[in-house]
């Protein structure tokens, strides 16, 4: 992985929020202003696109048409909640970051879908089978837990599932920073900001055309359908995850998320993966050498709770913990101090580094955890 363009603070260590941006992923985001501000070659806006949309759609594992550009990750989810009217139920995790929830409950009395909480801290496939019945649509989920960092199986969940619902992906948290098991989505919705350092304006959309017949364009505009100023409206929808698009996306963030996507393609997301869960560990354990509590971490002198625990396969980009008996936002604050970037929520500091996170960033999480003891008088 070339690092060198990369360029972040070594203490950087909130990718779950936002990731800096690359040297390269920057350039064309200079290069789309200088055009605008020319002759505005419309031509090479969409060469971007193209290529943009070949690149999303070897790492999604998909074809190209069943990829589109949208705005965000929440404008995806909500064009997913317009998408399935009609009678039925989709299951949503009650612990899903809110991007995920407030689509499926805007649409809820609006012709959508009923949401059916589910509150146990892990999806497994076996949580999923209990909450199966026959008015079961969909299941809405992050492919990566914002706080905790738990990976959904999402292979085994769409095998619960069955061909005739749709699995609903979040993967804002994981795609090209961790493996994900892409095939299993049938929407998948990421926007460019965190992991794929493509910063904002621009986020994939990915409809597979196997549930092509269970959706429908909800909030299709002019742009999702065919020859919009050839006829009256309406006018039929277009092919494939097209046909969920409002208008044109913007080709600036198009650009920029074509270029973080083939510096994902061309490191590997096995490789970033594996880097980004090394350092991950080397961060939680320093944390617990200082007697920090990892969210999902067995509790201290008990047994681990039922879905606690993580295994080495399960390692994300994500993990969060607190200190026991000292004050979070003090604790927090120590963290800035020492220059470190994390976020606070609630109790818990969340850590989320990347492959090209510095050993640096473990030297100065263990200092600032194991301040210098005061002499005494």
């Given at each position: 992985?070339?690092?060198q363009i990369f360029?972040e603070?070594?203490?950087?260590l909130?990718?779950?929020?936002?990731g800096p941006l690359?040297?390269?992923v920057?350039?064309?985001?200079?290069?789309?202003?200088?055009r605008r501000?020319?002759?505005?070659?419309?031509?090479?806006?969409?060469?971007q696109?193209a290529r943009?949309r070949?690149a999303a759609a070897?790492?999604l594992?998909?074809?190209?048409h069943?990829?589109?550009?949208l705005s965000s990750?929440?404008?995806g989810?909500?064009?997913?909640a317009a998408?399935l009217?009609?009678?039925g139920?989709?299951l949503v995790p009650?612990?899903?970051?809110?991007?995920?929830?407030?689509?499926?409950?805007r649409?809820?009395?609006?012709?959508?879908l009923?949401?059916r909480?589910?509150?146990e801290?892990?999806?497994?496939?076996q949580?999923l089978?209990?909450?199966l019945d026959?008015?079961?649509?969909?299941?809405?989920?992050?492919a990566?837990d914002?706080?905790?960092?738990y990976?959904?199986p999402?292979g085994?969940?769409?095998?619960v599932?069955?061909?005739g619902?749709?699995l609903?992906?979040?993967a804002?948290?994981g795609?090209g920073?961790?493996p994900l098991?892409?095939?299993?989505?049938?929407?998948?919705v990421c926007?460019?900001?965190k992991?794929?350092r493509?910063g904002w304006?621009?986020?994939?959309f990915?409809?597979?055309?196997?549930v092509?017949?269970l959706?429908?364009?909800g909030?299709?505009g002019?742009?999702?359908?065919?020859?919009?100023?050839a006829g009256?409206?309406?006018?039929?929808?277009?092919?494939?995850a097209a046909?969920?698009?409002?208008?044109n996306?913007?080709?600036s963030g198009v650009?920029a998320?074509?270029?973080?996507?083939?510096?994902?393609?061309?490191?590997?997301v096995?490789e970033?993966?594996?880097?980004?869960?090394d350092?991950?560990?080397e961060?939680l354990?320093?944390?617990r050498?200082?007697?920090?509590?990892?969210l999902l971490?067995?509790p201290?002198?008990g047994p681990?709770?039922?879905?606690a625990?993580?295994?080495a396969?399960?390692?994300s980009?994500?993990?969060?913990?607190?200190m026991p008996?000292r004050e979070?936002a003090?604790?927090?604050?120590a963290l800035t101090?020492a220059?470190l970037?994390t976020?606070?929520?609630?109790?818990w500091?969340?850590?989320?580094?990347?492959?090209?996170?510095?050993?640096?960033?473990v030297q100065?999480?263990?200092?600032a955890l194991?301040?210098?003891?005061?002499?005494?008088?």
């Open positions: 992985m070339n690092v360029a603070p070594p203490g950087y909130d990718f779950a929020r936002l690359s040297s390269a920057a350039a064309v985001l200079a290069e789309s202003a200088r501000v020319g002759d505005m070659p419309l031509a090479w806006f969409e060469e696109a943009t070949s070897r790492l594992r998909a074809a190209e069943e990829v589109a550009f990750t929440s404008h989810l909500f064009a997913a998408a009217p009609g009678e139920v989709v009650r612990g899903e970051f809110p991007a995920n929830v407030y689509p499926w409950l649409f809820e009395g609006r012709g959508g009923r949401v909480w589910i509150d801290v892990r999806l497994t496939p949580v089978a209990e909450h026959a008015s079961v649509r969909a299941l809405a989920v992050s990566v914002a706080l905790t960092g990976p959904a999402l085994a969940l769409k095998e599932l069955g061909p619902r749709v609903v992906v979040d804002i948290q795609l920073a961790v098991e892409v095939e299993a989505a049938d929407v998948l926007g460019g900001q992991w794929l493509a304006g621009a986020a994939l990915l409809a597979r055309d196997r092509a017949g959706m429908a364009p909030l299709g002019w742009s999702g359908v065919e020859g919009p100023l009256p409206a309406p006018r039929p929808p277009l092919a494939g046909a969920h698009t409002m208008t996306p913007d080709y650009a998320l074509g270029v973080a996507i083939e510096l994902v393609l061309e490191a590997g096995a970033i993966g594996r880097r980004t869960a350092r991950l560990g961060l354990d320093t944390a050498a200082a007697g920090a509590r990892v971490d067995a201290a002198g681990a709770p039922p879905g625990g993580r295994g396969a399960e390692w980009g994500i993990g969060s913990f607190t008996g979070p003090a604790v927090h604050a101090a220059g970037t976020t606070l929520r609630g109790e500091i969340r850590l989320s580094p990347h492959a090209t996170t510095s050993g640096e960033a100065r999480l263990a200092a194991h301040p210098p003891r005061k002499e005494s008088s």
